[in-house]
């Protein structure tokens, strides 16, 4: 019989005291009268009874008290917005940063066993750079010699041009090593992935179809394989396509080619181009292979001291290929989260604090009148459930609206999805948050409820638990929502600061009215200068006849768009130290330095007299002129830079070539028609710039046309406004700033709800207070100052600890803000202020309030 | 001022009632039981055709007493007939009220189905 009461605690503990001791004598009853195996039919029938009765009982209840919530929430609609709004906010916040987070800093990658899987660089921090590409036979020597891996693959982009039904098209392609797939981990999801065959001079060229390019392009037809593409002018054979969400080594990568090295490109070991990716072998951790390829980089460092001096090995978890900057942003983003989703805690505690207060006689009523402590306490826990699960929803449905918003803080370098889906685990996660928050809040009043002595409690005024201590414990809360906001505020201040600093910085050229597009020439088509300048002219010529146009030029790749390109400067200076003397190559036509407004401060442009058999010219920035030739006249000097000695001509402004943030290497403009045939083909100038009166981007149909007509198989792509290139620098700062102050946005509305509710809640519970004190000469002076006391000291205190929290907040990030100090004066003072105006704001109300109390009715009343 | 109770259900809002409900407010309706009684009385009227076990008749119970349909009655029979454990309900006007309409909702349901020729005619 005891193990029937033990049974019985299934139900509901109010039908359970109510009904439990007769529920066992009737199982006793009906057993008594029976005998035999009918014995054993009667447990497991009431076994079975007990729990289908339990399992309605519960449903019943709930849906009792849902729509008891209802009705309440009807009643008071403010209470019941308020905890779904708050709810909401909070839960909406949180969930859609942290599985932004998640998705961009824990989430594995969609490879096998992606925890095996480093990044490899040479490394090159005394020159700055830690993160280097590697020549074809530095790869190959730290493939043969290291011991810690099993498999490593090399590989480098390569965009080909591709005729199409629709015109030609330009690819974005990847030529990799056969092992690139196994290392990975990952099979073809039609036909084959590369074979080590493939990499051979002699074999067929083959190609691997991305998923997206097989369904754009050919039209998911299994009839692709064995097709043959014409791909820059060569033949390739399609032989497999890849599974969808493979993208691998870019985001926009469309087709996989075999990588080959020829032999020119393996005897210089400073030709750095080819990334590598490999897999940990078994058991070995990322210490050990960096100790591997430390030595295996000492011992050809000393093999081939001119090349790879002072050059060692870079490990990173495959994982980890993200910048440090956006790593912070993303952080600081699920700090602000975090703050907001506390502060939505704090506002839903007090909210049902002083619901509970505000309750008490009536719950006192009906527990007078025979309800039972526990029934209560169950309706108050599932009010508030029932409550915060809405607000539960309405917050998932605010993190799937906020998450694509927010993708643009998503790092390119890594190769997962842009925009992570609203998923399951995201939804549950949002869920568990709301009823959490529901049952960790509803549970201290519901307790309260269920251990009120029944009685008395009816006296007119009593109250069945202590108002004061519970102010106290909302003033407590309040507080910490202010101080919270003021993290926000300050933070948002410093980053805004930090944005606006970053926009002003001078790129050094005028990106306002400039049009570019690429237009990739394909090789051999284009592998003379004669041929090339053919279609340069024809192209220009064309496009400086239409109207608004000013200048158009030729360069090999824009400012910001590639940061890289750069080559030793030899016979220069011998006191400019070695680990300085490198400068960023481009190849340009004449006019670049008009059509990009970059200013000529001496000399001249390179022009088109500038020949094959004329001296080699450059045309240098004023850093360059600065550091080889400081207080001299550059003009007339020569210096040696991409394999050939070159005199200056002239001197041009500085350009932020690898973006705003960065620091750029000096540049050196050559003339593309001193370019040798077939020689660096990687500077073959490509990026078409136009500068026009009128509103560049109506120009693009005729430009196209242009190059239609020039050439009609050549593709046009990264249709672009230099403004959007420029404009791109300051995006993931713009949206994080963006996402920032709508958090700090969301904190101040509910740090405002927070002090107004709580000085709404005293004023009304002191009415009567106030009646006597004005009944005794208190002016309505003094009142007012009274509610702003009150409001001062929660202000106050709450300002006071959020400046210290947000200095020692902002430490942390202070690599982000662009030389803006962690402790920028300015900033703390307007969140200072904005604080104080949140409390005076939230105190207006409640003091207009008190100031009309009438002393007589306030005593009539009590 | 808080309200008390609940808003008031009118009989209509609560129906159809559940078989269960309906027996045992009909088992109440003339004399006060308790729970063992009105399984008996709900299985002699039906001829032993509906049994209530004991897990249903209770939860019913305990809804029927929230919704106000029964109450439980301080008066007892006769001290031999007692067992002091037991509790007795009787119907509330309420719950004759909620009765009565079920019962009403019942036989228009019964006239529907008979001039389609369903039900059979009144012998």
Known sequence: MWAYRL????????????????LVALLRHDLAQASGPRRVWIVLAAIVD???????????MTGHDVADTWRTARRSPGYAWGVVLVTALGVGAATASFSLADHVLVRPLPFAEPDRLVKLWQDQSSRGYSRMELSPANYDDWKRQSRSFTSMASFSTQSVNVITASGPQRLSGAVVNASLFDTLGVGAAMGRTLLADDDRDAATPVAVLSDHLWRASFGASPDVLGTTLSLSGTAYVVVGVMPPGFEYPTRTVDLWMPLRVTPADYADRTNVYLQVVARLAPGVTIEQARADLGAVAAGLARAYPKENDRTGATVIWLRDEVTRQSRTMLLALVGASAAVLLIACANLASLLLARAVARQRELAVR????????????????????????????GAALAIWIVPVAAALVPTTLPIAEAPAADLRMLGLALLAAI??????????????????????????????????????????????????????????????????????EPGFEPAGVLTVRTTLPLPKYETVASREQFYRRVMDDIRALPGVERVAYTSFLPMVMGGGIWPVLDGRTTVPEDARFASVRFVTPGYFEAMRIPQVRGRDVADTDRQDTQAVAVVSRSFADLYWPNEDPLGRSFTIALQPRVVVGVVGDV??????????????????????????FYVPQDLVVRVATAPATLVPAVRAAVQKADPEQPMSDVRLMTDVVDRQTASRSTQVSALLAFAGVA????????????AYVVAAR????????????????????????????TLAGAVVGLGAAWAASRSFQALLAGISAADVTTYGVAAALAVSIGFAGSLVPAWRAMRVDPVAAMRDE | MATVTTDDPTPETLLPLPPATLHILLAVADVDRHGYAIIQEVAARTGGEVRLSAGTLYRSIQRMVELDLIEETDQRPAAGDDDERRRYYRITPFGRDVACAEVERLQSLVNLARTCGLAPRRV
Do not use: C
């Open chain 1, 436 to 505: 959490g928050t529901g049952v960790g809040f509803g549970l201290v009043p519901a307790w309260r409820v269920a251990r009120t002595p029944t009685g008395g409690e009816l006296r007119h005024g009593a109250r069945v638990f202590g108002a004061r201590s519970t102010e106290r414990l909302r003033g407590l809360f309040v507080a910490g929502e202010v101080a919270v906001a003021m993290v926000l505020l300050v933070t948002v201040g410093l980053f805004l600061k930090a944005l606006w600093q970053v926009r002003d910085i």
């Open chain 1, 50 to 60: 007990a729990v289908k009765n339990a399992f309605l009982a519960h449903v019943e």
């Open chain 1, 748 to 759: 101040v509305v509910l740090a405002f709800l927070g002090i107004h509710s709580l000085l």
């Open chain 1, 656 to 681: 932020k070539v690898r973006g705003l943030e960065r620091v750029s290497e000096p540049q050196v403009y050559m003339p593309a028609t001193q370019m040798r045939d077939g020689g660096l083909v």
């Open chain 1, 7 to 22: 049974l019985l605690h299934l139900y509901p503990a109010p039908l359970r005291d109510a009904h439990g001791d007769e």
């Open chain 1, 367 to 394: 527990l007078a009148m025979g309800a039972r402590p526990r029934r209560l306490a169950r309706q108050v826990l599932t009010e508030s459930v029932t409550l915060s699960t809405f607000g539960g929803a309405a």
């Open chain 1, 767 to 794: 009415t009567q207070e106030i009646g006597v004190r004005m009944a005794l000469g208190a002016t309505r002076t003094g009142v007012l100052a009274l509610v702003w006391k009150r409001s001062a000291q929660l």
